[in-house]
């Protein structure tokens, strides 16, 4: 890897077990636990795969997920769902034609290990975010992935803590004692857009989010920013800061193409028709234009998806989902309906 792209991985000095690091992406939701018999899913369930037909010079893609890649279903619980991320720089207004879609290099399969980059690199930008903590390193380990060859993650020893480098760039900084707020911002300098968000627990206990991502000149830019290049920060109940993670998940990632995407409105229609992807049970209320309650256009970034593409995600209040422990709070689940047009989509309609 070439120190240019090590200092942009790192923003230039750029939600809290393993597996969610190497998962790393930017938590706009949670998955909660089924409270009745899970609805049977009829879609057509496939990983993503890149297909060469009638899509002219661009690749064919596989839209449909499995949107029970873990237990429950993907939602988040909310008074008002103002409580959102508000940075999204897509606009239901925005003149868009095309976004870029990209090959993942660090999809290794359904497990969502992260295997691209080689062990000198991980190293480099190891010792880069040491160098910038103003420590050494002590110790390193080298995590192997389960299957093939390659390594998922590198975990190197700091006086004061543990860097952790995964194989697509991401990287985790977990202090030993508690820092002030103001030392992850130094660490991740570049990133300035601040994004803060909150959902709650089933108690009531509201759940805050502190993130933040790069600026950009450009909307397209913006919307990759927003959601590849991100940080996050994790705070103790003192308010001190433990965890930071942060990386570009695009340095392990290969542009297929521009592709032409379809507009809100016509996502909107495939919703309402029944044509969405969801882990949402059906018994929780059905989908109707008056229950939505926000529409926004994210990129699905996790390293079990084997294509980096646009989706749009529609936030919709499910009426028969019991909030009644806390009151005034409400549940709204998460719809997906793919950006791209049909034209490049083997399973979805156009």
Not at 22 to 50: D, E, F, I, S
Request: aromatic share 12%; hydrophobic share 35%; glycine share 10%.
């Amino acid at each position: 890897m070439k120190k240019a792209m090590i200092s942009e991985a790192l923003g230039e000095v750029r939600a809290d077990y393993i597996q969610e690091a190497v998962n790393y992406q930017p938590k706009k939701t949670r998955r909660w636990p089924m409270l009745a018999a899970a609805a049977c899913l009829t879609l057509a369930l496939v990983g993503g795969w890149l297909l060469h037909g009638t899509g002219g010079e661009l690749p064919m893609l596989s839209a449909r997920f499995d949107p029970e890649g873990g237990m429950g279903f993907e939602g988040l619980m909310l008074y008002d769902i103002s409580e959102t991320s508000q940075t999204n720089p897509w606009t239901a207004d925005a003149q868009l034609d095309t976004l870029p879609v990209y090959r993942n290099l660090a999809y290794t399969g359904g497990a969502g290990e992260p295997v691209y980059l080689r062990d000198r690199d991980l190293m480099a930008l190891a010792e880069e975010t040491a160098e910038s903590l103003g420590t050494a390193i002590t110790a390193t380990s080298y995590e192997p992935a389960l299957e093939g060859n390659g390594t998922v993650c590198l975990t190197a020893e700091i006086e004061g803590g543990i860097i952790r480098v995964f194989g697509n760039g991401g990287v985790n900084v977990e202090f030993a004692q508690p820092q002030p707020r103001e030392r992850g911002k130094t660490l991740t300098g570049a990133y300035t857009v601040e994004d803060p968000w909150t959902d709650y627990a089933f108690d009531g206990e509201a759940l805050p989010h502190d993130e933040a991502w790069k600026p950009a000149d450009n909307l397209e830019e913006a919307i990759l920013h927003y959601n590849f290049t991100r940080a996050s920060y994790f705070f103790n109940e003192e308010g001190k800061l433990w965890l930071v993670k942060w990386g570009d998940l695009l340095q392990a990632a290969e542009k297929l193409g521009n592709y032409p995407i379809r507009t809100v409105d016509e996502a909107r229609d495939c919703l309402l028709a029944g044509d969405y992807i969801t882990s949402v049970p059906e018994e929780y209320g059905g989908v109707g234009r008056e229950a939505i309650a926000k529409e926004e256009l994210i990129y699905r970034t996790g390293n079990g998806n084997q294509v980096f593409q646009p989706y749009y995600r529609f936030y919709v209040e499910l009426t028969n989902f019991d909030t009644e422990r806390v009151e005034s709070l409400k549940m709204y689940g998460a719809y997906y309906v793919p950006a791209v047009s049909g034209d490049y989509l083997t399973d979805f309609p156009d």
